[in-house]
T-cell receptor, first 115, second 110 residues
Framework: GAGVSQSPSNKVTEKGKDVELRCDPISGHTALYWYRQRLGQGLEFLIYFQGNSAPDKSGLPSDRFSAERTGESVSTLTIQRTQQEDSAVYLC?????????????FGPGTRLTVL | DAKTTQPTSMDCAEGRAANLPCNHSTISGNEYVYWYRQIHSQGPQYIIHGLKNNETNEMASLIITEDRKSSTLILPHATLRDTAVYYCIVRPSGGNKLVFGAGTILRVKS
């Protein structure tokens, strides 16, 4: 079946511009996550959506970052006034949730380069 | 979330078992041990998880010590395609985010 998809796969932008990244989760997965991975580093949690609950935004690094998700469908991550330190791969994941089991399925990521 | 400690890198000969250790000495009773791996230029991939008992699936085995302060991921017959960064993560029951450390770079060599 279809996995998590993300678009665009690559994005090059100029410093100060806004960018929007898209994630299509696996159908039926109520949970959706955004992570950032800088070159050579591990993943940093950004934000988490679970159904209609208020999102967990604890990982967003600044108010330039925001994300939306409508119901259990597509999510967009928006970065306003991009800075060079925003350059990274942005990864989206989705999962079903149970108390004991939470396998997150990751998309291929969007590589963002801010010039 | 409990912190994990893993070696920076390991080498393994193709066809041999790869044993990747992880220390999680501050793990609490309701926290699970998860393993993911990330092959170059791809998103992370789930491998296995466990709470107390040893677990095995088609990809790997997970051995958790009796005191739960450490665990070992075993790839029984490593192949070149198993070359990746392996992340050991401790997650509370029902917890939603995964806290990824630096992981272990496993290089499988022919």
């Amino acid at each position: 079946g279809a996995g998590v998809s993300q678009s665009p796969s690559n994005k090059v932008t100029e410093k100060g511009k806004d960018v929007e990244l898209r994630c299509d989760p696996i159908s039926g997965h109520t949970a959706l996550y955004w992570y950032r991975q800088r070159l050579g580093q591990g993943l940093e949690f950004l934000i988490y959506f679970q159904g209609n609950s208020a999102p967990d935004k604890s990982g967003l690094p600044s108010d330039r970052f925001s994300a939306e998700r409508t119901g259990e469908s597509v999510s967009t991550l928006t970065i306003q006034r991009t800075q060079q330190e925003d350059s990274a791969v942005y990864l989206c994941a989705s999962s079903r949730i149970t108390l004991s089991y939470n396998e997150q399925f990751f998309g291929p990521g969007t590589r963002l380069t801010v010039l | 979330d409990a912190k994990t400690t893993q070696p920076t890198s390991m080498d393994c000969a193709e066809g041999r078992a790869a044993n990747l250790p992880c220390n999680h000495s501050t793990i609490s009773g309701n926290e699970y041990v998860y393993w993911y791996r990330q092959i170059h230029s791809q998103g992370p991939q789930y491998i296995i998880h466990g709470l107390k008992n040893n677990e095995t699936n088609e990809m790997a085995s997970l051995i958790i010590t009796e005191d739960r302060k450490s665990s070992t991921l075993i790839l029984p017959h490593a192949t070149l395609r198993d070359t990746a960064v392996y992340y050991c993560i401790v997650r509370p029951s029902g917890g939603n985010k995964l806290v990824f450390g630096a992981g272990t770079i496993l290089r499988v060599k022919s």
